[in-house]
């Protein structure tokens, strides 16, 4: 694969590693639900105050969410997501220039964000809802195909595996010939582990320490570690104070050939990464003894 994927009118540049924000109009995310989404309804000063902070401080796209995918999380209805979703794509397009990325899996939210100025489609459930699929197709925007084991109200139920890394392997090369299948060529195909979903502390940290066999499958690789509870499994910390913990965990993810970081705390994470991308510029110019 290319170092280039097409998003919608835009194109995503993954010689260097990139930073998704997240921007979550939902109630009831794990870390930050509430926070844009006040009253029943998108608080679209916030959405907006908060989008142009993290493209000040080193965000290349940003990802928008209208359902809760935490452990447990309950069902939002389609007409509630498609309202938060469709409102705040529309708002981020109109005064943001830079890839907007939807986190869905509901059809009728990826046709609508498609047609509102979105440039990627980010699944959880990878493409695996009727129509889903379909409907990734038809946008010809990028995708983002995720592993999960379970859905949201069960991931987190005794998930199990015979080797983590090549289960999920297993399953991202499925999807990949689905969606070969229905006409999507790979090249604007991004793949996710899904760190957090259906997945132990042990189980996602095995999966951090050979993420670099993921990364070497062809198609490039975000990872969303940005103040999971795996991170409580070693600090006792709530999600507020596992900002230096993500940084970590992303820089890890990017030293083993993860080329998207989706993240809560960007200006930290853009840091770590500048100084990552200057060492390893250095070395590259260094002459041999």
């Not at 060529?185 to 259906?198: A, H, K």
């Not at 910390?237 to 050939?257: D, K, Q, Y």
Request: aromatic share 4%.
């Amino acid at each position: 694969m290319g170092d280039t994927i097409a998003c919608g009118a835009r194109t995503l540049d993954l010689s260097r590693p990139r930073i998704m924000g997240v921007l979550n109009v939902t109630p009831d995310s794990f870390s930050d639900g509430g926070q844009l989404y006040r009253d029943g309804r998108v608080d679209t000063d916030a959405l907006l105050t908060r989008a142009e902070q993290m493209l000040v401080e080193g965000a290349d796209i940003l990802d928008v969410g209208g359902e809760s995918t935490r452990p447990g999380a309950a069902a939002v209805s389609e007409a509630e997501e498609l309202d938060r979703v469709v409102t705040a794509v529309e708002a981020l397009a109109r005064h943001c220039d830079t890839i907007i990325s939807v986190d869905t899996s509901t059809p009728s939210v990826m046709r609508a964000s498609a047609r509102c100025g979105a440039g990627i489609l980010n699944d959880v459930r990878g493409f695996q809802r009727p129509q889903a699929l379909q409907a990734a197709a038809d946008t010809g925007l990028a995708l983002c195909v995720m592993h999960m084991q379970g859905e949201p109200d069960t991931m987190q139920t005794a998930p199990t595996y015979s080797d983590v890394v090549q289960d999920i392997a297993e399953f991202l090369s499925l999807r990949l010939a689905d969606v070969t299948d229905a006409g999507i060529n790979l090249d604007r195909v991004i793949i996710d582990p899904g760190f957090g979903f259906g997945k132990t502390a042990e189980q996602n940290f095995e999966l951090l320490a050979r993420l670099e066999i993921l990364c070497n499958r062809g198609q490039p690789v975000l990872v969303g570690l940005s103040r999971k509870s795996m991170i409580s499994s070693v600090l006792d910390r709530p999600p507020e104070l596992r900002m230096f913990a993500s940084v970590a965990l992303a820089l890890m993810a990017v030293e083993r050939g993860a080329r998207i970081v989706r993240v809560h705390d960007v200006a930290a994470t853009f840091d770590a990464l500048s100084m990552w991308q200057t060492t390893r510029h250095a070395l590259s110019q260094s002459q041999p003894l």
